[in-house]
Structure formats: structure tokens, C-alpha cells
């Protein structure tokens, strides 16, 4: 199972939106509806904000979202803050019952 | 509320197998799913496999099949991961984290605090 493709690194400057993508194919982003996101910060377990493709735990601010089209799942972080600058992974179901990850996305608060 | 406390810092040889254990607390253990992910030095994360804390099914990624266990013991609430036959690109922190699934790997919404596993002779 191939890793999901995600961009290496994405930047915006405070206030602004941002958008992640994490493309896979039809046997898992396209196929599921169970795509998670998580936010890691250097030196911490990641933490969960996104599930089921459009989905936020409790406690996970309303500035992070995401949606689904075919084979692309995307985070976007709406008024972006110091504090968003971490890395961050997607993750799908697969065909085979299992999870594959995406590569990872560094974000820079300019 | 809910916790998962993993064990500590291993160091094994090459060819060794190395047994992580996951103490969970805070929620009803057999209602959710516990996965394994991994995440080598400087690397991304890396899906090991997920068992359910209901009836004990497993699915591993097909890269460790033959390679690695996952266990648990619902009296004491706890998962275990064994992983045989260590390399050194086995060298990562090693994650538990609370599946919201019993039927199948979903997401990871509470996350262990890692275990480092360095493999060196």
C-alpha cells in the first residue's frame, strides 16, 4: 500500500486560510468515507482534529476543517495562528482493512 | 479521563524482539480499538496494524506480516505489541492510540506517549 500524497510544505502568514491536500486512489481516500487528520508538534504524539472526512473531536477548534472530492481528501485551517505551526498527516481506510498515511505536511506561520 | 501509558525505552540487537505494552484507563476498554503506529527518526508516521478490544480480531500492515503480534488483556485493560526479528530501521517511537472503532481501524483519538525502541548492535 502506497503512502498518500501530500505536499511537503505549505506557509501562510497569520489570519490567513491554508489548504492541505492528501491524495490517495479509489481503494482508499476515494473509496471510504473514513479519513482522519492529525496534528503533531516537534517532539509530541500526534493529536487528532479531523475523522470521517468532515468530523472534529470535541475540543478541536472550529478553524480546522475538512471535505472530500474523488480521490482527495483536504485540511483547511481558517484564521491561521502561531500556535498551528506543527506537521501534518492524513490518514485513510483501505480496501485491505487497513490505514495508510500520508507523508506528512510541514506548516510555517510566516 | 482517558489515558494511555505505554512502557518504557527499549534497546535491542539486531534480531531480537522487543514487546510494547499499552495500559489504557479512563473508558470501558472493550468498546474501542487500539492501533500501533510508528514513527522512525525525522520520518512520518507509519500504520502497524489495529486490534479490536472487543474480541481480539487483527489486521496488520501487509510490510510487518509475520514480523509483528498485537495482543490484549481486557482485565487489566492493557495492549501489547511484539514486533521479531528487529533491524535497525526498526528504530522508531512506537504509539498506542484508542481506536473509535471495534470493527475496523478508523482514527486515533487519544495517543500513548511513545516508546522509543533503538535497534543496534
Known amino acids: 500500500q502506497s503512502a498518500l500524497t501530500q505536499p511537503a510544505s505549505v506557509s501562510g502568514s497569520p489570519g490567513q486560510s491554508i489548504t492541505i491536500s492528501c491524495t490517495g486512489t479509489?481503494?482508499?481516500?476515494?473509496?471510504?468515507?473514513?479519513v482522519s487528520w492529525y496534528q503533531q508538534h516537534p517532539g509530541k504524539a500526534p493529536k487528532l482534529i479531523i475523522y470521517?472526512?468532515?468530523s472534529r473531536p470535541s475540543g478541536v477548534s472550529n478553524r480546522f476543517s475538512g471535505s472530500k472530492s474523488g480521490n482527495t481528501a483536504s485540511l483547511t485551517i481558517s484564521g491561521l495562528q502561531a500556535e498551528d505551526e506543527a506537521d501534518y498527516y492524513c490518514?485513510?481506510?483501505?480496501?485491505?482493512?487497513?490505514?495508510?498515511f500520508g507523508g506528512g505536511t510541514k506548516v510555517t506561520v510566516l | 479521563q482517558v489515558q494511555l501509558v505505554q512502557s518504557g525505552a527499549e534497546v535491542k540487537k539486531p534480531g531480537a524482539s522487543v514487546k510494547v505494552s499499552c495500559k489504557a484507563s479512563?473508558?470501558?476498554?472493550?468498546?474501542?480499538?487500539i492501533s500501533w503506529v510508528r514513527q522512525a527518526p525525522g520520518q512520518g508516521l507509519e500504520w502497524m496494524g489495529w486490534?479490536?478490544?472487543?474480541?481480539?480480531?487483527?489486521n496488520y500492515a501487509q510490510k510487518l506480516q509475520g514480523r509483528v503480534t498485537m495482543t490484549t488483556d481486557t482485565s487489566t485493560s492493557t495492549a501489547y505489541m511484539e514486533l521479531r526479528s528487529l533491524r535497525s530501521d526498526d528504530t522508531a517511537v512506537y504509539y498506542c492510540?484508542?481506536?473509535?472503532?471495534?470493527?475496523?481501524?478508523?482514527?486515533?483519538?487519544?495517543w500513548g506517549q511513545g516508546t522509543l525502541v533503538t535497534v543496534s548492535s
Open positions: 492510540t484508542r481506536d473509535r472503532s471495534i470493527t475496523m481501524v478508523r482514527a486515533g483519538d487519544y
Open positions: 479512563g473508558y470501558t476498554f472493550p468498546s474501542f480499538g
Open positions: 486490534i479490536s478490544g472487543y474480541n481480539g480480531n487483527t
Open positions: 479509489s481503494s482508499d481516500v476515494g473509496g471510504y468515507h473514513f
Open positions: 470521517d472526512v468532515t
Open positions: 490518514a485513510s481506510f483501505t480496501t485491505s482493512r487497513t490505514q495508510v
